[in-house]
């Protein structure tokens, strides 16, 4: 065996090894990133729902286009 071959091996080990530590914290990261993702899609929806009961409770106030797009009141002139 030559230095070079034993420096490999010896680099070899040291990275498997670092993979081994840090595999664990990494995977609950991923978990943590997908939790968030999903909670802030569960707020978007949540969101969306209340904009739409508003916009059918106040109907009369707003207009629809063509494609059920609300189109917003105008501003009112107070001269």
């Known amino acids: 065996m030559s230095i070079i071959t034993v420096i490999e091996y ?6 498997v090894l670092l993979y081994c530590c ?3 914290s990494r995977k609950q990261e991923i978990e943590q990133l997908h939790s968030d993702i999903k909670k802030a ?3 978007v929806d949540e969101v969306a729902e209340k904009r739409k009961k508003h916009e059918k409770a106040n ?3 707003y207009e ?3 494609n059920d797009d609300v189109i917003p009141p105008k501003p009112v002139d107070n001269s």
């Open 59 to 61: 109907a009369e106030l």
């Open 10 to 15: 010896l680099v070899l080990i040291f990275l």
């Open 22 to 24: 840090t595999h664990k």
């Open 41 to 43: 899609r569960d707020d």
């Open 64 to 66: 629809m286009n063509a």
